[in-house]
């Protein structure tokens, strides 16, 4: 999901903002995710397996950095063309702060492309379904499913 959104996002000539959440390894084995705030650059903690703060499985989200760069991230991108969350998830959801800036945006007409938890029930995650076009990424359509969004948001 990560990759498409990101192959998107190169094929797209505009002012993108928003999130992108990606794998922190150590040894080989997956430790937690970081959190990258997509128009600046600036990165954070969003969860590890060492921090403290509310667990979503083996993992503890770092409120601090959700909020400081994740939620800070979707309230500067109402200046942008386009916001990109990758993604809306059981740790993100567990920051009501981020909750209501997601909120507010999908109250304005800012153009949004998200990738959501797919067993998510959270209130903002149906809403969200309810609202927007989805599709599934699958091993069949992933290759040229970057193309397909590309010209659906052009």
Do not use: W
């Not at 403290?52 to 942008?80: E, F, Q, R």
């Amino acid at each position: 999901k990560s990759t498409v959104i990101a192959k998107v996002v190169e094929g797209l000539d505009i002012n993108v903002g928003g999130i992108q959440c990606s794998e922190i390894r150590s040894e080989g084995k997956r430790v937690g995710f970081k959190i990258q705030d997509i128009a600046t650059g600036r990165a954070g903690i969003l969860s590890h397996v060492r921090c403290s703060g509310p667990a979503v499985g083996k993992y503890h989200v770092n409120l601090a950095d959700l909020d400081d760069i994740g939620t800070n991230a979707i309230k500067k991108a109402a200046n942008c063309d386009l916001l990109m969350v990758d993604e809306i998830g059981p740790m993100e959801l567990k920051s009501q702060h981020f909750v209501s800036a997601v909120e507010h945006v999908l109250d304005s007409d800012l153009d949004m492309l998200v990738v959501l938890h797919h067993s998510s029930r959270h209130p903002l995650a149906l809403r969200i379904r309810d609202e927007f076009k989805i599709i599934t990424v699958n091993e069949q359509n992933r290759d040229g499913l970057a193309e397909i969004i590309t010209s659906c948001l052009g």
